[in-house]
């Protein structure tokens, strides 16, 4: 049967729809090209860092220079080639069905960070920018990312008050400026957060604005400790 299957619908590439021999994966060029992580990174952000550091966290320029909220941090791949293609076909290409293989990819990279009674968390949406998207790529990532890693899951823990107009070409200080206060924790579910760890999970991180706002949001609803989790890296080298 699964011959006929395969033999009907054969195995394609996630992102240029080429032939490969396994569902829901890449080809060798696109595998090639998507820039996935190893080896030593910043603890913090998950930037691929030089040398070997196997028993010390290290930290990349950036987040020794800024103060980040959170605990510990990764990232799947470099916002760059076929990493940052895959990126925008789920966020604005309606491609939701890539949310699955991404989100493995991602529950493997989070497993260092997770701890007994973690919950994962997506970054929200405005409520304006959901209804026009019809869904929101965090929540994908992490629903089906807890699934994975056997953890809990709350959707809707945080709320994002005002809408932010978009940041591409932003600097650093103008995207903190625009995130400052914006999300704040949804109050029917702080009870779900106060004292356990959790994971936050959104799909890019730039200068780590986003992440700072929400980390804060989630220590305002009692958090015991945030790490977070994204699927592509915005580095200085991509």
Sequence with gaps: MQGLIRAIYPARCLSCGALTDDDFGLCGPCWRDTGFIGGTVCDLCG??????????????????????????????????????????QLKHGDRTDLAPSLARWLARTARPLVEPGTILVPVP????????????????????????????????????????????GHGRDARFAALDGT????PARRSRIAGRPVLLVDDVMTTGATLAAATEALHAAGASQVCAIVLARVAKDA
Excluded at 56 to 83: K, M, N, Q
């Design 47 to 88: 930037t691929p860092l030089p040398g070997d550091a196997r028993d010390e966290a290290v930290h990349c320029d950036d987040c020794l220079t800024i103060a980040r909220p959170w605990t510990r941090g990764r990232a799947v791949f470099l916002y760059s080639g076929t990493g940052r293609k895959l990126v925008l």
């Design 125 to 168: 949406l405005h409520w304006s920018r959901l209804l026009a998207r019809r869904y929101n790529q965090a929540a994908l990532l992490a629903q089906t990312a807890a699934g994975l890693l056997g953890l809990a899951h709350c959707p809707d823990a945080l709320l994002r008050r005002r809408r932010t107009a978009p940041l591409d």
């Design 183 to 186: 999300i704040t924790p949804h």
